[in-house]
């Protein structure tokens, strides 16, 4: 299995453009999350999905962000209108079970200038 | 709310001798807790866990303590190696229990170990 897959590794973009992020967990995982890296806080959880449904957003920042699930080997991130303070290194991951441990991706890397 | 804390940045021990990372909690709904290791550039890998049913779980070199009462865990690793320079992650889920909780899990900040030879 290629595990989980995230594109772009590295994103480099101004201040008010959209940026996408995207992710293709492995196959059979039923748990889809996002993930944001930073210093201060250190693994966030932004949202998740079960079997492409949204179940608990409540760690999106803001209204910029939104995801979607359109089918079981896809998912997105946008960030619309993006910032400076988005800068971070975004992390995919699914699981099989819940919470008994995730599989993550190799993470995108935003920097928003 | 930082839920689940590494009050430790960074930790720096000589190869062989003994590492201790630690990680406190604030939410007693907790139940099971996992500890994952980054390499630069890559995602987190998964660890060790405990269920919260145990206070001590042992895999190789990697022993992870619960203290329930404190709301308190901690991962060592005996011998250290160079091999295990890298951020680790402490992470704590919520049982069936916690509605919308369930299932997802709550990390810590993260502790750099640098391994010296």
């Known amino acids: 299995d290629a595990g989980v897959i995230q594109s772009p590794r590295h994103e480099v973009t101004e201040m008010g453009q959209e940026v996408t992020l995207r992710c293709k967990p492995i196959?059979?995982?039923?748990?889809l999350f996002w993930y944001r890296q930073t210093m201060m806080r250190g693994l966030e959880l932004l949202i998740y999905f079960n079997n492409n449904v949204p179940i608990d957003d409540s760690g999106m920042p803001e209204d910029r962000f939104s995801a979607k699930m359109p089918n079981a080997s896809f998912s997105t991130l946008k960030i619309q209108p993006s910032e400076p303070r988005d800068s971070a290194v975004y992390f995919c991951?699914?699981?099989?079970?819940?919470?008994?441990?995730?599989?993550f991706g190799s993470g995108t890397r935003l920097t928003v200038v | 709310d930082q839920q689940v804390k590494q009050n430790s940045p960074s930790l720096s021990v000589q190869e062989g001798r003994i590492s201790i990372l630690n990680c406190d909690y604030t939410n007693s709904m907790f139940d099971y807790f996992l500890w994952y290791k980054k390499y630069p550039a890559e995602g987190p890998t998964f660890l060790i866990s405990?269920?919260?049913?145990?206070d001590k779980n042992e895999d190789g070199r990697f022993t992870v303590f619960l203290n329930k009462s404190a709301k308190h865990l901690s991962l060592h690793i005996v011998p250290s190696q160079p091999g295990d320079s890298a951020v680790y992650f402490c992470?704590?889920?919520?049982?069936?229990?916690?509605?919308?909780?369930?299932?997802?899990?709550?990390f810590g900040q993260g502790t750099i170990l640098t391994v010296h030879p």
């Open positions: 196959s059979g995982h039923d748990y």
């Open positions: 992470a704590a889920s919520v049982g069936s229990a916690g509605g919308t909780s369930y299932g997802k899990l709550t």
């Open positions: 991951a699914s699981s099989l079970l819940q919470g008994y441990g995730y599989t």
């Open positions: 405990i269920s919260s049913i145990k």
